[in-house]
């Protein structure tokens, strides 16, 4: 929908639309995506991403300018991921799924998104090791070319998705990895059903609400109304620990995960000036003259 | 004695039962129907009515509770060996020194470590200057392993401030405030560092999960600790995602919750720890990071101030450190003795206001504020540690309290403390022919071996320096006392005295004294409360019953209001407590704001009714500090 202004924004004017969006300033991609995979019979392969958390309000921008601050600052699971979580168990839990498998990329961090995921239901997780440099430019584009490999490997039928990363906002990878794999996408769903080979999905639009029958294998981005998460419970994670996490890299996916994008400068947004007062229109309109409004 | 009616959600009085039926089952309805807490209204034998404020299942059991019938209660359980409270200096050095024992004397041993903050480190906050002694002995090597002390101390400095003016003091050796040999650090880093050296180690660490209660054995030892409940709703009913705690038993617990613990509060009425000790005195320290101009930046500098904007009998004062991490940052705060006596008082106004002193302006101009933070502190010392052990679980770090007031440091006697009641522990659980008369262990070892150590001689020393406050010339008079008294004999005269009783007890009434006139906070070195609390960070699932409990809520404008013109509006460095305008007319009703809550404790300490009790809300909730 609005694929060529994101692209654009990545490169240019990040504060102002994460912004606008949630009212916080934005982030440098922290994406550990985690799609789940689902086997035939669905396996669900989710994507699990680690963002900064999102009550987190003051984000610094980096003496040099190439990005935020990330040491120390508290990340958790993007919520976006966390629903989609929670729908691929649900899936799982009514037995309409055999397998679903948590898949994240990025450093050593990321493993406890994984056990989170683990912790709500999923059976296995696979980490993408991606670190450093790597990391930092790890976009969209990268993520999806390692889940449309993975989704080969592990012939997953399903892949569900957040639908954008509340750090960078670009909402791209569910679409980018439905276009490489060529298989349907049903995005910003607020309702899935499985209905024998089929997948329906209810779809957030501006005009209202949308409902689609795509084919099966297919992805799946997960809007705000699809669920509500359950809560990581203590035994769950302990037990998650029991789970097996693999860690694959990227190079024997075949994925070459080096960034087509540079970030030339990183700015906060500007102060917000303080508004004027005025006693009567007369005052109004002399104000706006002079300020070369009208 | 209250009793919550069991048909509708109505307080009752003994052998009174206002019972408004078909209001109470529309209120009921309405909670079932959207979990919006609604205004039910308990009505009592007085005229007025007081909208519920409090619905946490600590003041209204559930068992009592109709929302609550049916609903699945059992809890998952699991057996460690150790089970340590706290992810804080104590805890986690605790936790270390088990594990280093255990690998020693290769013997299985499974601790585990619960900690209320999302990751370990989150809700550390202190000044801090670390004297490395107690690090040292834990791990000797730990330079080489990164410990994260990256400033040690180059200059030391102490003033009294008044209003205009700086006049410095002259520390003399020997003063318990020199600072040669001590590193500047980020107690939340040191902490992290400290929770991977754990995690290296075996320890398990559970950040994210608070414990919420204390389970005992029938023979009234205790035998763990339940982590919180989730999904319960704000007016206390169960959600659909409603998921009962676990349960953690083990042969030890280690209570390591910080400064006025809650789990601690309730035990010291269980075993009745505190019969022989004074009671507890704090103070509240209200923190800023700052990245300053560069030309003003002298890492390794410590500064500490007495005196203005505090009079003469306010005990308080305020520190400044230049931390050499890599950019200019200082650490700076300001202490208020919670023995304050005026209700007008707003610590965090105090350290707004003190920022503007022409010395910290200096220092500060040009500078960019990156973080805010506040958290009560310990300052009863040596006369109010309590007894520390009981059947089943010990009490380390700053939970009973070692800090050394004088010095402003409590992290290297939390820590020992900590290494003492792992060592201890350690020899009784391995000791194949231990007969414990309980099924909780009991291990007053712990007791002697504090003793035997320089924990306690240090505490000693430096016992009767705090409470020399008390005295008309306030400040003078202490610091005269200090300087004669532990300057030559080092705390060896003989007499101990007494604290001044407990903290909430200090306030006079507002009509007997003058409202404080602070200045409007500038936007550049002073700011306002709000944007202060946006960032430390802190957040709570805003479905949930407020944590902030009062055991009864007409309490607060009957008697909070009334007699001390609500002082918890003042002291809580968060804006929890407000009192707005009833909607229905005339009068005041208390708003708990239960989601700025930064996890301070001074609620709970300073209330004049001691009404509230501070409850763990669910886990990972709170402020989310980084390195402070």
Redesign the interface.
Same mark, same amino acid.
């Given at each position: 929908m609005h694929r060529s202004s994101e692209v654009k924004h990545l490169a240019s004017d990040f504060n102002t639309r994460a912004c606008e969006c949630f009212g916080q300033p934005p982030v440098q991609p922290f994406e550990s995506h985690c799609p789940v995979l689902t086997d035939r019979t669905v396996r669900v392969q989710l994507k699990v991403l680690k963002v900064k958390d999102g009550s987190v309000f003051f984000i610094r921008v980096k003496p040099d300018r190439t990005g935020v601050v990330t040491d120390g600052v508290k990340h958790s699971m993007n919520p976006f991921c966390e629903i989609a979580v929670e729908e691929a168990v649900k899936l799982k839990e009514k037995k309409l799924v055999k397998e679903v498998v948590a898949v994240s990329c990025g450093p050593q961090q990321v493993q406890e998104t994984i056990r989170t995921a683990l912790a709500m239901g999923a059976d296995r997780g696979i980490h993408v090791e991606v670190s450093g440099k790597d990391y930092e430019t790890l976009g969209p584009l990268q993520v999806s070319k390692i889940f449309a490999a993975l989704a080969k490997k592990e012939q997953a039928d399903l892949i569900i998705l957040g639908k954008q990363a509340i750090d960078d906002d670009c909402n791209q990878t569910g679409q980018m990895t439905a276009a490489l794999l060529d298989w349907p996408q049903g995005t910003f769903a607020s309702e899935v059903t499985l209905e024998a080979d089929k997948l329906k999905v209810v779809r957030e639009i501006d005009g209202g609400l949308e409902t689609i029958k795509i084919n099966l294998p297919a992805v799946v981005t997960a809007d705000l109304r699809l669920n509500t998460p359950r809560y990581a419970t203590l035994p769950n994670i302990m037990k998650a620990k029991k789970k097996k996490i693999t860690n694959v890299k990227p190079a024997d996916l075949g994925v070459d995960v080096s960034s087509r994008l540079e970030v030339l400068k990183v700015d906060e947004p500007p102060q917000r000036q303080s508004g004027v007062k005025v006693e009567t229109v007369h005052d109004l309109v002399e104000k706006l003259k002079e300020a070369g409004r009208i | 004695m209250v009793l919550s009616c069991s048909v509708c959600d109505v307080i009752v009085l003994p052998f009174i039962c206002i019972f408004k039926a078909r209001r109470c089952i529309r209120a009921l309805k309405a909670v079932r129907a959207e979990h919006v807490a609604p205004q039910v209204y308990s009505t009592r034998w007085s005229s007025s009515t007081v909208p519920r404020i409090t619905t946490h299942y600590t003041v209204y059991p559930r068992d009592k509770d109709p929302r609550w019938e049916g609903m699945e209660m059992e809890r998952?359980a699991?057996e460690a060996d150790v089970v340590i409270v706290g992810g804080g200096p104590a805890g986690l050095s605790a936790a270390i020194r088990l594990k280093q024992l255990a690998n020693q004397h290769e013997k299985e041993l499974r601790v585990c470590v619960v900690e209320k903050a999302?990751?370990i480190? +989150?809700h550390t906050l202190s000044g801090a200057c670390l004297e490395p002694t107690a690090l040292n002995e834990l791990i000797p090597d730990w330079k080489e392993r990164g410990a994260p002390l990256n400033t040690p101390v180059t200059e030391d400095k102490f003033a009294i401030l008044t209003e205009k003016y700086r006049i410095p003091v002259p520390i003399l050796p020997g003063l318990p405030m020199n600072n040669h040999g001590n590193y500047l650090v980020r107690l939340?880093?040191f902490v992290?560092w400290l929770g991977e050296q754990a995690e290296e180690l075996g320890v398990e660490l559970?950040p994210g999960?608070a414990a919420a209660e204390v389970l005992f054995h029938e023979d009234g030892s205790v035998k763990g600790i339940a982590?919180n409940d989730?999904?319960i709703g704000k007016d206390g009913s169960p959600k659909?995602?409603f998921?009962r705690?676990?349960e953690l038993h083990a042969k030890v617990t280690l209570f390591g919750e910080g400064c006025h613990g809650h789990l601690a509060k309730q035990l010291y009425k269980q075993f009745n720890l505190r019969e022989n000790c004074e009671p507890q005195t704090y103070a509240i320290g209200l923190k800023e990071l700052w990245v300053i101009d560069e030309k003003k930046w002298r890492p390794g500098r410590t500064e500490h101030s007495v005196g203005w904007p505090l009079n003469r009998n306010t005990y308080g004062g305020s520190f400044l450190y230049h931390l050499n991490e890599g950019?200019p940052l200082v650490a700076l705060g300001f202490v208020v003795g919670l023995d304050y006596t005026n209700p007008y008082l707003s610590p965090f106004r105090e350290f707004q206001r003190w920022k503007h002193h022409p010395s910290i302006m200096s220092t500060l101009e040009g500078g960019n504020r990156? +973080?805010y933070g506040a958290r009560a502190l310990n300052e009863g010392g040596f006369q109010s540690i309590p007894k520390l052990t009981f059947p089943g679980g010990m009490l380390i770090g700053c939970s009973p309290g070692f800090m050394n007031v004088p010095k402003i440091k409590g992290t290297h006697t939390a820590m020992k403390s900590g290494m003492l009641a792992a060592e201890t522990a350690f020899s009784k659980i391995t000791d194949e022919n231990l007969q414990s008369e309980t099924a909780g262990l009991y291990i007053p070892e712990y007791k002697e071996a504090l003793e035997k150590s320089w924990i306690w001689k240090e505490l000693y020393a430096v016992r009767n320096i705090r409470p020399s406050f008390h005295n008309y010339f306030g400040l003078y008079g202490g610091m005269l006392y200090t300087g004669i008294f532990y300057w030559f004999l080092r705390g060896k005269e003989p007499w101990t005295l007494k604290h001044n009783g407990l903290d909430s007890a200090q306030l006079k009434p507002a009509k007997d004294c003058a409202p404080i006139e602070y200045p409007k906070p500038d936007g550049k070195i002073s700011f306002d409360l709000l944007s202060s609390v +946006?960032?430390s960070?802190? /957040?709570h699932e805003h479905d949930q019953p407020p944590h902030l409990t009062l055991k009864d809520d007409s309490v607060p404008v009957a008697q909070n209001l009334a007699i001390y013109d609500g002082p918890e509006q003042r002291f809580c460095p968060a804006g929890v407590y407000e009192y707005v305008p009833l909607e229905t007319g005339d009068g005041m009703r208390l708003q708990i704001n239960a989601q700025n809550c930064v996890h301070c404790k001074t609620c709970d300490i300073k209330d004049p009714s001691q009404n509230i009790n501070w409850v763990v809300p669910e886990g990972s909730g709170g402020p +989310?500090y /980084?390195?402070m």
């Amino acid at each position: 929908m609005h694929r060529s202004s994101e692209v654009k924004h990545l490169a240019s004017d990040f504060n102002t639309r994460a912004c606008e969006c949630f009212g916080q300033p934005p982030v440098q991609p922290f994406e550990s995506h985690c799609p789940v995979l689902t086997d035939r019979t669905v396996r669900v392969q989710l994507k699990v991403l680690k963002v900064k958390d999102g009550s987190v309000f003051f984000i610094r921008v980096k003496p040099d300018r190439t990005g935020v601050v990330t040491d120390g600052v508290k990340h958790s699971m993007n919520p976006f991921c966390e629903i989609a979580v929670e729908e691929a168990v649900k899936l799982k839990e009514k037995k309409l799924v055999k397998e679903v498998v948590a898949v994240s990329c990025g450093p050593q961090q990321v493993q406890e998104t994984i056990r989170t995921a683990l912790a709500m239901g999923a059976d296995r997780g696979i980490h993408v090791e991606v670190s450093g440099k790597d990391y930092e430019t790890l976009g969209p584009l990268q993520v999806s070319k390692i889940f449309a490999a993975l989704a080969k490997k592990e012939q997953a039928d399903l892949i569900i998705l957040g639908k954008q990363a509340i750090d960078d906002d670009c909402n791209q990878t569910g679409q980018m990895t439905a276009a490489l794999l060529d298989w349907p996408q049903g995005t910003f769903a607020s309702e899935v059903t499985l209905e024998a080979d089929k997948l329906k999905v209810v779809r957030e639009i501006d005009g209202g609400l949308e409902t689609i029958k795509i084919n099966l294998p297919a992805v799946v981005t997960a809007d705000l109304r699809l669920n509500t998460p359950r809560y990581a419970t203590l035994p769950n994670i302990m037990k998650a620990k029991k789970k097996k996490i693999t860690n694959v890299k990227p190079a024997d996916l075949g994925v070459d995960v080096s960034s087509r994008l540079e970030v030339l400068k990183v700015d906060e947004p500007p102060q917000r000036q303080s508004g004027v007062k005025v006693e009567t229109v007369h005052d109004l309109v002399e104000k706006l003259k002079e300020a070369g409004r009208i | 004695m209250v009793l919550s009616c069991s048909v509708c959600d109505v307080i009752v009085l003994p052998f009174i039962c206002i019972f408004k039926a078909r209001r109470c089952i529309r209120a009921l309805k309405a909670v079932r129907a959207e979990h919006v807490a609604p205004q039910v209204y308990s009505t009592r034998w007085s005229s007025s009515t007081v909208p519920r404020i409090t619905t946490h299942y600590t003041v209204y059991p559930r068992d009592k509770d109709p929302r609550w019938e049916g609903m699945e209660m059992e809890r998952f359980a699991d057996e460690a060996d150790v089970v340590i409270v706290g992810g804080g200096p104590a805890g986690l050095s605790a936790a270390i020194r088990l594990k280093q024992l255990a690998n020693q004397h290769e013997k299985e041993l499974r601790v585990c470590v619960v900690e209320k903050a999302s990751q370990i480190g +989150a809700h550390t906050l202190s000044g801090a200057c670390l004297e490395p002694t107690a690090l040292n002995e834990l791990i000797p090597d730990w330079k080489e392993r990164g410990a994260p002390l990256n400033t040690p101390v180059t200059e030391d400095k102490f003033a009294i401030l008044t209003e205009k003016y700086r006049i410095p003091v002259p520390i003399l050796p020997g003063l318990p405030m020199n600072n040669h040999g001590n590193y500047l650090v980020r107690l939340g880093h040191f902490v992290r560092w400290l929770g991977e050296q754990a995690e290296e180690l075996g320890v398990e660490l559970y950040p994210g999960y608070a414990a919420a209660e204390v389970l005992f054995h029938e023979d009234g030892s205790v035998k763990g600790i339940a982590t919180n409940d989730v999904g319960i709703g704000k007016d206390g009913s169960p959600k659909d995602v409603f998921e009962r705690g676990m349960e953690l038993h083990a042969k030890v617990t280690l209570f390591g919750e910080g400064c006025h613990g809650h789990l601690a509060k309730q035990l010291y009425k269980q075993f009745n720890l505190r019969e022989n000790c004074e009671p507890q005195t704090y103070a509240i320290g209200l923190k800023e990071l700052w990245v300053i101009d560069e030309k003003k930046w002298r890492p390794g500098r410590t500064e500490h101030s007495v005196g203005w904007p505090l009079n003469r009998n306010t005990y308080g004062g305020s520190f400044l450190y230049h931390l050499n991490e890599g950019e200019p940052l200082v650490a700076l705060g300001f202490v208020v003795g919670l023995d304050y006596t005026n209700p007008y008082l707003s610590p965090f106004r105090e350290f707004q206001r003190w920022k503007h002193h022409p010395s910290i302006m200096s220092t500060l101009e040009g500078g960019n504020r990156i +973080a805010y933070g506040a958290r009560a502190l310990n300052e009863g010392g040596f006369q109010s540690i309590p007894k520390l052990t009981f059947p089943g679980g010990m009490l380390i770090g700053c939970s009973p309290g070692f800090m050394n007031v004088p010095k402003i440091k409590g992290t290297h006697t939390a820590m020992k403390s900590g290494m003492l009641a792992a060592e201890t522990a350690f020899s009784k659980i391995t000791d194949e022919n231990l007969q414990s008369e309980t099924a909780g262990l009991y291990i007053p070892e712990y007791k002697e071996a504090l003793e035997k150590s320089w924990i306690w001689k240090e505490l000693y020393a430096v016992r009767n320096i705090r409470p020399s406050f008390h005295n008309y010339f306030g400040l003078y008079g202490g610091m005269l006392y200090t300087g004669i008294f532990y300057w030559f004999l080092r705390g060896k005269e003989p007499w101990t005295l007494k604290h001044n009783g407990l903290d909430s007890a200090q306030l006079k009434p507002a009509k007997d004294c003058a409202p404080i006139e602070y200045p409007k906070p500038d936007g550049k070195i002073s700011f306002d409360l709000l944007s202060s609390v +946006a960032l430390s960070g802190t /957040n709570h699932e805003h479905d949930q019953p407020p944590h902030l409990t009062l055991k009864d809520d007409s309490v607060p404008v009957a008697q909070n209001l009334a007699i001390y013109d609500g002082p918890e509006q003042r002291f809580c460095p968060a804006g929890v407590y407000e009192y707005v305008p009833l909607e229905t007319g005339d009068g005041m009703r208390l708003q708990i704001n239960a989601q700025n809550c930064v996890h301070c404790k001074t609620c709970d300490i300073k209330d004049p009714s001691q009404n509230i009790n501070w409850v763990v809300p669910e886990g990972s909730g709170g402020p +989310a500090y /980084n390195g402070m």
